[in-house]
């Protein structure tokens, strides 16, 4: 595969994410997130010294990865605000445990 078509296929990927974050699809976004790590290590294992880049192709992958990044903001403006509510329904949890161990009342120390 090009480096070209591993950039494409990523960009692909990293648009389906933040649709899935977007419609709160957290468990498509952690499988999409999966396979676009896997896609990626796949591209750092195939990158080398080998492959020159025309500049037609140089500036097509500069134009994939800004959209990548793009895309990766798109996500996170959708899950740290559900990710600042897990840690906090986490804590509250941890406290509350924590009160009751700190009181007694817990029988499972």
């Known amino acids: 595969m090009s480096q070209i078509a591993f950039y494409e296929s990523l960009q692909r990927l990293s648009a389906q994410m933040a649709e899935a974050a977007a419609a709160c699809d957290w468990e498509r ?3 999409l997130e999966r396979d676009c ?3 990626a290590r796949r ?3 195939a990158s080398g010294p080998g492959e020159a880049l025309s500049r037609e192709e140089q500036s097509r992958k500069r134009e994939l990865i800004l959209r990548i990044l793009a895309d990766d903001a798109e996500v996170r ?4 605000p559900w990710m600042e509510q897990v840690k906090c329904f986490l804590g509250a949890g941890a406290r509350h445990r924590d009160l009751r161990r700190a009181y ?3 029988k499972s120390q």
């Open 104 to 106: 007694g009342q817990d």
């Open 77 to 80: 403006r959708h899950a740290e």
């Open 29 to 31: 976004l952690t499988t």
């Open 37 to 39: 790590a896997g896609l």
């Open 43 to 45: 591209l750092e294992a």
